[in-house]
């Protein structure tokens, strides 16, 4: 998945991060193995008592997550995993990791908000093992005008481009108006986005951050997003504006899928 980031134009330099919660795969013999880092805060120390996050993330006790490395290009990761991220296991504290890994290579500067989702996923039961954090070209061009901050208005123009964006991205795309990337209030507001019921979120003029039972599925739901982007901006090209599925047509599809929106 990280290869195909780098072959879409998505992950220029370091750009974007992914975390995998792979508790379910640490068997006594993982657990027996000794950290390779000193415990260090997952950094929410910026959460602020009205915070949605709070100090500590209560429901990763003991979990284990892959994550990219900070500064780590996602085409070296394609081809070496263990050297451009890292295993963390978070504390029993919840507020604090380590790193149990071949070397120590720190965490995506993003882990706030990647930890404080996942910790939200469990909370609520959810599925979702993996989260992705990626700069697709077209979806973050959009945001650079008004007109599609404006809640759902992305969502319809994106899903009526093609009946697969409506059938595979069926919660549509939620928006976070634009903040500090890695910033505390970046992760709060991630959550309340994703709250909102959507597995794909846009920062705005940044990138996207989606969330999914595992990597794959999330970079696919990114990838129908960013297809349907493309063909709006391919019409734009030919000089028209494209008139798009209808609304009942939308909803036919909504129906024959039994989609959630
Ligand atoms: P990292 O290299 O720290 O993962 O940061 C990349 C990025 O896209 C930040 O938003
Ligand atoms: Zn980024």
Request: hydrophobic fraction near 45%; glycine fraction near 6%; include cysteine.
């Amino acid at each position: 998945m990280a290869g195909y980031l780098w072959q879409k134009g998505w992950a220029e330099r370091n750009g974007g991060n992914i975390t995998v919660n792979v508790t379910a795969f640490v068997d006594d013999e993982m657990r027996a193995l000794p950290p390779i880092s000193e415990p260090r805060p997952i950094a929410l120390s910026g959460s602020s008592a009205s915070s949605a996050i709070g100090k500590t993330l209560p429901h990763l006790k003991d979990a284990w997550f892959y994550c990219k490395g900070t500064g780590r290009r996602m085409r070296d990761l394609a081809r070496d995993p263990m050297a451009n991220g890292s295993l963390i296991r978070i504390l029993p504290d919840c507020a604090r990791y380590e790193i149990v890994a071949d070397a120590p290579v720190a965490p995506t500067s993003e882990l706030p908000s990647h930890l404080a989702v996942h910790d939200y996923l469990l909370a609520k039961g959810s599925p979702y093992r993996a989260s992705l954090h990626t700069h697709p070209i077209e979806l973050v061009a959009l945001t650079h005008s008004r007109k599609w901050l404006e809640k759902d208005a992305a969502t319809h123009m994106l899903w009526s481009m093609i009946p697969e964006t409506r059938a595979f991205c069926p919660r549509g795309l939620g928006m976070v108006p634009y903040m500090m990337p890695s910033s505390v209030e970046l992760a709060e507001a991630t959550i309340r986005a994703i709250d909102e019921d959507y597995d794909v979120v846009m920062w705005e003029k940044h990138g996207v951050f989606a969330v999914e039972t595992d990597i794959m599925n999330a970079f696919d739901q990114v990838d129908v997003l960013n297809k349907a982007a493309q063909i709006y901006i391919a019409a734009r090209g030919m000089g028209f504006e494209p008139d798009g599925m209808t609304d009942a047509q939308m909803r036919e599809l909504a129906d024959a899928f039994g989609l959630p929106k």
